[in-house]
């Protein structure tokens, strides 16, 4: 089966893989439709940055920025809404949001009375100071028993389409995502659907950097980027939050060939 790529859509000043690009209203909905051009299946529209170390947005912003864009592309494509907010969830939904894309994992019931998807993430403790001390005894484990035990609270509250996802970068080291990446079967064998974010993010500098204090830049991770989406893809990813949706979309397409007996 081929995987689903979902785009991303920051609509932030101060995201660290795009902040600050797509933050005019105008310019988020003509990049959201180009990355509907380049083949994105779903679009993840998000109006506060979770880069570590941010601090929160408030609400009645965060409804500004996100929910004319999120109206202006909905007719164009699936969207979701990349919130921990209820407020802004319940508002995207009836702006046309289909997907409540929630790294706090507590939005079931919302997603439950709005009769729409849920993307339940992992996060060790809060984007400010997650990466400060992550520690785990079992990171695949415990990552996994906390996935299940939420994405089956929430098919008990009555949400139909539930999906789970490590959280790449949330209150891990680089090691965690990688131990996550290698033992992703983990995930996929509870049954649910799963998505992998790993799109530009900082361990991808870390390992193709030209030295321990020497991160490839942002804007230099995007081949580290597809690599890391195949790997997530080729261990059943049925879905990839990513940046670059062009290139992620050939990649799946590979990847989900059908192989002649
Ligand atoms: N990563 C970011 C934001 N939202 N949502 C899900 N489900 N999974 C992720 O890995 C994830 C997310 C942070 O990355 P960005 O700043 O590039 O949006």
Redesign the pocket.
């Known amino acids: 089966m081929q995987s689903l790529v979902m785009g ?1 859509l ?1 609509v ?1 000043p101060d ?5 600050g690009r797509w933050f005019d209203r105008e310019a988020a909905i003509a990049r959201g439709l180009e990355l509907v051009a380049e083949g994105a299946d779903v679009l ?1 529209v ?1 109006g506060e ?3 570590p170390g941010a601090g929160p947005v408030d609400e009645a912003e965060e409804r500004r920025r996100v929910l004319a864009v999120v109206e202006a592309l909905a007719p164009h494509v699936r969207v979701s809404i ?1 919130t921990y907010k209820a407020g802004v969830a319940r508002a995207a939904v009836d702006a046309g949001a289909s997907i409540v ?3 706090s994992a507590s939005l079931a019931e919302v997603a439950a009375s709005c009769g729409v998807g849920w ?1 339940a ?1 992992h996060m060790q403790g809060a984007p400010r100071t997650m990466q400060e001390d992550p520690r785990y005894v079992d990171v695949v484990g415990e990552v996994r028993d906390f996935l299940l035990e939420r994405a089956r609270a929430a098919v008990s509250a009555g949400v139909g389409e539930v ?1 789970i ?1 490590p ?4 209150g891990k080291t680089p090691e965690h995502n990688l131990s996550l990446l290698r033992h992703l079967r983990a995930l996929v064998d509870t049954g649910f659907d799963v ?7 900082s361990f991808l500098g870390r390992l193709t950097g030209a030295g321990p204090d020497l991160p490839a830049p942002v804007e230099d991770r995007g081949e580290a980027s597809l690599a890391a989406s195949v790997w997530a893809m080729t261990a059943g990813a049925a879905m990839v ?1 990513v ?1 670059d949706v062009a290139a992620t979309v050939q990649a799946a397409r590979i990847v989900g060939q059908p192989v002649p007996v």
């Open positions: 991303v920051n932030t995201s660290f893989s795009d902040g993840d998000g940055s979770t880069r990349d894309n929630d790294v993307i993430m999906w996802d959280g790449i970068g949330f998505v992998v974010g790993a799109s530009r993010k939050r940046h």
